[in-house]
């Protein structure tokens, strides 16, 4: 909510002197109502009515929100209030602007990957790039996903050599043979292990009683293959099963396996 406030400030619309600050951020706003929708003062009624324009709820729900919002806004005498502002919102969503801030950015972005199919390629393309450009200026660093969902619109090739590093930083071999995800080491307590391989836990820990599941799956890579299959024993005690054994790989790597990689 502080986004759009602050983005119809930056483009010059008048907030109402009635809409404090505080309340800026819509944490008052949804207090006592999952909808958020709440009509107990001027300043809920056309924060709400921001709200609503924001939500993708769907159109029945929409609509019985909207009578009541018009309704109170009637009755505190701020219709035109309203109707100025949701004017505004349409027109934020379907107008073209300039990306100055991280909130642009992210609606631009979500803009296009609602209407791409509607743009020619090379007009897709040119907004993807232009989108790239402003995303280096405004020094934001789009996410990895970002990024794939962006090249996908402009039918460009995946980004394989960052995948294939995300996949390489993510799985981790053990000298037993056996292959598992970072993640699969959150599922470790850490009382067990440190009973079982102190020595692993005390150069992985921080010195805290806790996992930390990407320094400590560092760690186990290299480890001695006994403490390999005492971890293997660990995790697969508490549900972790590795990706693929050494042991047991086939002569040629089969399309399940390749997909559970």
């Known amino acids: 909510m502080e986004y759009v406030l602050d983005a119809m400030r930056e483009f010059g619309f008048p907030i109402p002197n009635y809409v404090g600050t505080k309340q800026a951020g819509g944490e008052e706003v ?17 924060l709400s ?38 004017a505004f919102m349409d027109d934020m969503e379907s107008a073209p602007r300039q990306i100055r801030t991280e909130y642009d950015w992210k609606q631009t972005k979500d803009w296009l990957q609602k209407n791409a199919e509607h743009l020619e390629i090379s007009l897709r393309e040119g907004m993807v790039d232009h989108i790239f450009e402003k995303a280096a200026e405004m020094n934001y660093i789009p996410s990895l996903s970002e990024r794939c969902d962006l090249l996908q619109i402009a039918q460009r090739a995946p980004l394989i050599p960052e995948v294939q590093k995300l996949a390489e930083e ?31 836990v005390k150069g992985a820990s921080f010195e805290m009683p806790r996992i930390h599941p990407r320094l400590f799956a560092s760690t186990a890579e290299t480890a001695d293959a006994n403490t390999a299959v005492v971890l293997d024993a660990l995790l697969q005690k508490h549900g972790q099963m590795p990706l693929y054994d050494e042991s047991s790989l086939p002569v040629e790597i089969s399309d399940a396996i390749l997909a559970r990689l």
């Open 170 to 200: 993510s799985i981790h071999k053990l000298a037993s043979g056996t292959y598992y995800t970072t993640g699969q080491f959150a599922a470790l307590p850490f009382e067990e292990v440190q009973d079982l391989l102190p020595d692993l």
């Open 49 to 86: 009515a921001i709200k609503l324009a924001c939500s993708d709820s769907l159109p029945a729900v929409h609509a019985s929100y909207q009578k009541q919002i018009t309704d109170a806004a009637r009755r505190y005498g701020i219709l035109e209030d309203i109707k100025s502002a949701s």
């Open 30 to 46: 949804v207090a006592d109502n999952p909808s958020g929708i709440r009509m107990n003062s001027q300043e809920n009624v056309w």
